[in-house]
């Protein structure tokens, strides 16, 4: 195997892979960027010109811009509240506060830092570990989604920066909005008002364009203040490197979520970086930190999707099951190249695969030398005053939001949730469990009735299988903790004011 | 006297001669088609199999139309959005719509979705996949036979895998039930992929899936082929016994077909055809499309609407006896 | 003040989604139906709004007082919804260059000139990446770009 590695690296080096790792990763940092543009709609846009070359060759240049992507996104997240890519909506939760307080560079520095080790990190299992792997992911069934799923909604709990019956109404709010469309057993439809558009549910990214986007522009008209500008000229290197080496713990940790449940067909960047983003809030020593700052806060979301990206690319490989869009694409990639990834893609073409492996270390590799610069390039951009960015990030939040299906509904259901979002900020509530709620109730709801489907209603299913029952366990423990130290707090001192 | 009336006639001819050109005028300019790209719109998303034989199609549409063939994808509603949209655009054949039998016979049978079949005219068929059923490597029944009769033995007992419903691995399923009495328990699942893993794992028993996806798994030994959904064997496919051979007649042609809006001038639609007709024929094509893992089964215009026609009742009657 | 109104909006809201669920089939503990969940989900938000509307902790309003700019969202709301109407019919470099001029004239008070400038280098800059470079198909419009 370390030969295979070998070998591999040398297909990755030769001249035009690394041609193609370079295009790739450059292409993927400026689309994780644009916000609403994400890798899905590159990368269904690049491949037909991928036709005409060499099958590694294409698969190098369109992974590039997956990982890329996970780079590139934390980039708006933390500038100007407005995720760059669907899984970088939690970096947004201390990302923004940090750069308002003038940290930009350092919460810019965690990121990229904390991507490249978690990238490093994913290709390393990918190397190593790549057909347990995927065994453990054709294990995963309904009732271990479910565990899964549910232990990340009753994280919710913890990550209302504010109240905690704010961050529940919110929760409540997003788990409907997470039920709109076809009934996932029955087919019937849910909340779609007639509207055919909605038959398939809200998509992830005019909600998040609407509510971080257009949400946060129309919000800050109403300042009297002048938005402050550039808060630091240049990047305080040596302050910013301390900080990192500070969250190393949160990197691993992040990592190491992001890496297995990045395997997991739908499960992914996003749940990753939601479950990494609880664990270290839950873990830290100071957990009211989190949603005001905290490094830890961009650190683990940060790593937790690298790390998934990287690995999603496991099963799509190894099963030939993509667990994503975009890695549903690179698999077309491959069948348009007469290559057919899945449990013979070892045997038949392994050059293909330890070179595309290799090429994940060269592509992290570039990412850091790329983006660490750019930290400087971002925080200068900071300096154009806030009016031009206003309507900037307005059109680009538009543009993400139609470019995902073509669709001009898409930009009306961005207006509309930039409306949500204006209210939302008035009325002092904090989006963030609403997402999570979005994303996660959807999981929760189906897992759950496949589960009872497949055992004719006997609920035992669900705590059988010991991976599941850990996960329910852990959820149980953390309600009751999270219980009992909400009911210490209120029945222990006076009525106090929460500050947001 | 009568020279008037000669001259009034004269002009009333003339008048009417000149209607008549004007009237049917627009066929002089059809010569000239197509002058712009022609739009093929796609009812799916990214990356799936109507995306990638649309894209192969493109790439050799401007040799044998002269212009251009753009792809556009509009996902959404179960192929309505994309469906209405090609309704809804001119009828001048600059739109068409790269359909199939889910969003153009199904699902205009269960929902109102503001069309039928009147409204389309086929250009071509570029081929159809059906789907396979496969039960796990460790599952007891090694033949079809074998698995229906314990279905109808143990109603509800089968934990059957479907990726959506009406779709690929529910309705072919649906009408094996309605014609074999056999009962199975239908589990949801979010697309043909993880309803793979699951058979393959044992969370689930059986489903149906299209070959390209199965097939490394089948030669792995993780799962297990009972029959194909199809009017005849396939190609891909060859050992693989139809429904119909084992005495259960079950197909369910996934077809990909170009449809234009009934509204097309009929020259315009001959140049489609006779396009169409070209492309398939050219073996660099042949030889993607099998690249693809998928058979080269081609139906001109007039013998797919046959071939529609029949699909839609059989459709009609199989939901008349479900319903029922 | 504010709460006790969210607070109940959050609860008829609640109360509506009950009321829908019931009449989508909830099943039962052991068979969930299409309503069974937003009937959960319904309940809770009527339950979690009741408790906002009645509650005495409310978030201080320090640091950001919002007592300006009607006026500018009011204009920022009617340029957005123009924006999604002239999309696709006039397309989307004309859209988006009167959209940002407008905008910075009207919201932001800028000069004419800034503006003018501004709205044509972003639309010129947005049609390079979008259209030349990313190939996003936008549509063409008027203008045909």
Redesign the interface.
Known sequence: MPESLAHGLAVALSPPNLLFAVVGVVLGTVVGVLPGIGPPTTVALLLPLTYGVDVTAAVIMLAGIFYGAMYGGSTTSILVNLPGEAASVVTTFDGYPMAQQGRAGGALAIAAIGSFVAGTLGVIGLTLLSSPLSEFALRFGPPEYFGLTVLGLTLVAYLAAGSMLRGLLMAALGLWLGMIGLDPVEGTRRFTFGILELSDGLDFVPVTMGLFGIGEILYNLRRAEEMPTVLRAAIDWSRSLREVIQVRWAILRGSLVGFFVGILPGGGAIISSLLAYALEKRLARDPSRFGHGAPEGVAAPESANNAAATTSMIPMMLLGVPGNATTALILAAFLIHGVRPGPFLLRDHPGVFWGVAASMYIGNVLLLVLNLPLVGVFIRLLRVPYRYLAVLIALLAMIGAYSANNSVFDIWLTLLFGGLGYTLRVLRFDVGPLIIAFVLGPMVELSLRQSLIMSRGDISVLFARPVALAFLLAAVALLLGQGVSSGMRYFAGPRREYSP | MRTMRHRLTGILLTIIALALGVATGPTWSQEAYPTKPVELVIPFAAGGSHDLHARVIAGFAQQSLGQPLVVLLKPGGGGAIASQFVIKARGDGYTLLFGSNGPNTILPQVQDVGYKMREFTPVCMINYSPPLLFVGANAPWRTLAEFIEFSKANPGKVNFAHTGIWGAAHFPMLIAESKTGAKVNFVPFDGGGPALLAVASGNADASFGFAAQLLPFVQAGRVRVLGVAAPERIETVRDTPTFRELGVDVTFTLWRTILAPSTTPPLRMRTLRQACAKIVQDPSFRALIRQLGEPLIYMDGPDFLTFWRNEWDDVARTLATIRR | M??RL?GLA?ATF?VL?GV?AVG??VGGW?????GF??LL??V??SV??T??AF????????G???????R??LG??VL??G??LG??RLG?VPV?FV??LV??RV??R?SWREATL?AAA?AIA?YAV?IRW?????PAGILSL
């Open positions: 504010a709460d969210a959050f609640g989604v829908r989508l089939d052991r068979t969930p139906g299409p969940f937003p989900v319904g809770a938000t979690l709004g408790a906002l509650s005495r902790t409310a978030p201080s309003l320090k950001d007082p919002l007592n300006t700019g009607r500018k969202l920022a709301g957005l919804e924006y999604v999309f696709d989307f988006t959209f940002i905008w910075l919201v932001e800028s501004v972003a947005m979008f990313l190939a996003i198909p936008l």
